[in-house]
């Protein structure tokens, strides 16, 4: 490619740079949330606590507001 063909491509580089810095802010905001609203593994494990007996409702209460 030379003068005007090589020229007409140019646009695609920075295109393809702000694309992907958009996929990975994204990825970076929705990641740390979990998927499909899943909750936490901790919060998942302290809300099986009382079932299990292992803590009381008022124990978990407690602890669920510290998360």
Known sequence: ???TAAMS???????L?????ALLSYLA???PRGRGGE????????DDRP???EID????RR???LL
């Open 1 to 3: 490619m030379t003068g």
């Open 9 to 15: 491509w140019f646009w695609i580089w920075p295109t």
């Open 17 to 21: 740079v702000v694309i992907g810095l």
């Open 29 to 31: 905001y929705r990641l």
């Open 39 to 46: 909750r936490p593994a901790a919060r998942r494990i302290l």
């Open 51 to 53: 079932a299990r007996g």
């Open 57 to 60: 409702v008022a124990e978990h």
């Open 63 to 65: 602890r669920a507001e």
